[in-house]
């Protein structure tokens, strides 16, 4: 994965995680808190990759 993929990946896990945290705390759905714990997991996984120099 290129520095670009790894930066562009980590900006949409932010973006949603805290799209996800902010309409939880509008509606409490349990559904938007799923979802920003699987937005958590992606910017984990893009946070740990390695970048391959592209």
């Known amino acids: 994965m290129g520095q ?12 949603m995680f ?3 945290a902010w309409m939880y705390q509008r ?10 714990s699987g937005s958590l997991a992606y910017g984990v996984f893009f946070f740990t990759r390695k970048g391959s120099g592209g």
């Open 4 to 15: 670009l993929g790894r930066s562009l990946g980590m900006a949409a896990a932010i973006a």
């Open 18 to 20: 805290l799209f996800s």
């Open 27 to 36: 509606t409490g759905d349990w559904v938007a808190l799923v979802f920003a």
